[in-house]
T-cell receptor, first 113, second 111 residues
Framework: QKEVEQDPGPLSVPEGAIVSLNCTYS??????FMWYRQYSRKGPELLMY????GNKEDGRFTAQVDKSSKYISLFIRDSQPSDSATYLC?????????????FGAGTQVVVTP | SQTIHQWPATLVQPVGSPLSLECTVE??????LYWYRQAAGRGLQLLFY??????ISSEVPQNLSASRPQDRQFILSSKKLLLSDSGFYLC??????????FGSGTRLTVV
């Protein structure tokens, strides 16, 4: 079983809809959670960074962490065609060697005009 | 501000040929540096990481090696490429738990 599971999609939504993405994990030691966006043939870029449980909002993006369920989510409100990309979750435990993160396989999102 | 440079962007190499990919970081000192590989439709696989000059840790035994000759320079090498080495190679850096900053990647095709 992989430490981090993420549905590969593709997830297709109409413009303006809410995009809901999630990852599950098995390592209860994970405390640092991130979401990255990756456009085709580009390097991933950091979208959201969360420590421990709770919600974090940044513009149209909301990240949620539920450590009791080992489940994290990313919501994109008012989705735009420019949000079409692959979204990767990543996480790390405080005991991991500094800066080593476990990544999900990524979910491909397509926002249709 | 910090920037990361990675080159080349695209590379087509024959089986058995050598490989050298370079990554440099500007605007920071003593960064943690990483090489990842991303196969089509798969997640990111950590290959090597370095917490200082000359300090290299390998995560996956394979046909590749890494070196860090200078504080902000990280090099990925191979003496003889295999078909299975094809993929999208990403360099990244971090100063801690704030997440990675990735380079733009090198798409390697071994033919």
């Amino acid at each position: 079983q992989k430490e981090v599971e993420q549905d590969p999609g593709p997830l297709s939504v109409p413009e303006g809809a809410i995009v809901s993405l999630n990852c599950t994990y098995s390592n209860s030691a994970f405390q640092y959670f991130m979401w990255y966006r990756q456009y085709s043939r580009k390097g991933p870029e950091l979208l959201m960074y969360t420590y421990s449980s709770g919600n974090k909002e940044d513009g149209r993006f909301t990240a949620q962490v539920d450590k009791s369920s080992k489940y994290i989510s990313l919501f994109i409100r008012d989705s735009q065609p420019s949000d079409s990309a692959t979204y990767l979750c990543a996480m790390s435990a405080a005991t991991d060697s500094w800066g080593k993160f476990q990544f999900g396989a990524g979910t491909q999102v397509v926002v249709t005009p | 501000s910090q920037t990361i440079h990675q080159w080349p962007a695209t590379l087509v190499q024959p089986v058995g040929s050598p490989l050298s990919l370079e990554c440099t970081v500007e605007g920071t000192s003593n960064p943690n540096l990483y090489w990842y590989r991303q196969a089509a439709g798969r997640g990111l696989q950590l290959l090597f990481y370095s917490v200082g000059i000359g300090q290299i840790s390998s995560e996956v035994p394979q046909n590749l090696s890494a070196s860090r000759p200078q504080d902000r320079q990280f090099i990925l090498s191979s003496k003889k490429l295999l078909l299975s080495d094809s993929g999208f190679y990403l360099c990244a850096w971090t100063e801690g738990y704030g997440g990675y900053t990735f380079g733009s990647g090198t798409r390697l095709t071994v033919v």
